[in-house]
């Protein structure tokens, strides 16, 4: 059964670093490229940041450009996001994704979630 | 970035009704979508993925068409468990884009 469960949440000062984790089972996690995606609760889903299979490459959305680092330890099943500088508009749920496979091609949609941890930025 | 538009944001039913739930893209997608239904307190799950193809697990119920900017996902028969909100999403271009979600409730 594959999962994927988050931790390293809290409430944290505007300014602060924070570094979720994310762990995963039941599945190759070195053959599958990760997600993280966040949500306010209440309102949409935002996609944050992906990396590749082997941690080579990695891409951010524009909000957390030079702030979050997405990145992964294959030997410990485990994704990161590493976040600094934090704001209040960073205040909200992140998910854990994996992406899909199809056929042994990377199709990019999150077939598999975890259950969300709250990030809470405040003073 | 490509904007997601769906509509309607509520929807209020009753079970055994059908529903249509509507997503509209700024820009051509090709087949790049997907559904994911969300109920409170859990996880997004995919529904539907390249705008029709069920992804495993998905009753038969849920059904996807559309290309191009227009997509449309199918409840036909609703049940109790389908209430909830879902979400399109395209990957046809970074960053991963969402659409703001449609809410079906019970009527």
């Known amino acids: 059964e594959v999962q994927l469960v988050e931790s390293g949440g809290g409430l944290i000062q505007p300014g602060g670093s924070l570094r979720l984790s994310c762990a995963a089972s039941g599945f190759t996690f070195s053959s599958y490229w990760m997600h993280w995606v966040r949500q306010v609760p209440g309102k949409g889903l935002v996609w944050v940041a992906r990396?590749?299979?082997?941690?080579?490459?990695?891409r951010n959305a524009d909000s957390v450009k030079g702030r979050f680092t997405i990145s992964r330890d294959n030997a410990k099943n485990t994704l990161y996001l590493q976040m600094n500088s934090l704001r209040a508009e960073d205040t909200a749920i992140y998910y854990c994704a994996r992406n899909l496979r199809i056929g042994g091609y990377d199709v990019y949609y999150l077939d598999y979630w975890g259950q969300g941890i709250v990030v809470t930025v405040s003073s | 970035e490509i904007v997601l538009t769906q509509s309607p944001a509520t929807l209020s039913l009753s079970p055994g009704e059908r529903v249509t739930l509507s997503c509209r893209a700024s820009q051509t997608l090709s087949n790049s979508l997907a559904w994911y239904q969300q109920k409170p307190g859990q996880a997004p799950r995919l529904l539907i993925y390249?705008?029709?193809n069920r992804a495993i697990g998905i009753p038969a119920r849920f059904s996807g068409s559309g290309s191009g900017t227009d997509f449309t996902l199918t409840i036909s028969s609703v049940e109790p468990e389908d209430f909830a909100v879902y979400y399109c999403?395209?990957?046809?271009?970074?960053?991963?884009?969402f659409g703001g979600g449609t809410k079906v409730e019970i009527k």
């Open positions: 390249d705008a029709s």
């Open positions: 999403q395209q990957r046809s271009n970074w960053p991963l884009t």
């Open positions: 990396i590749n299979s082997d941690g080579s490459t990695t």
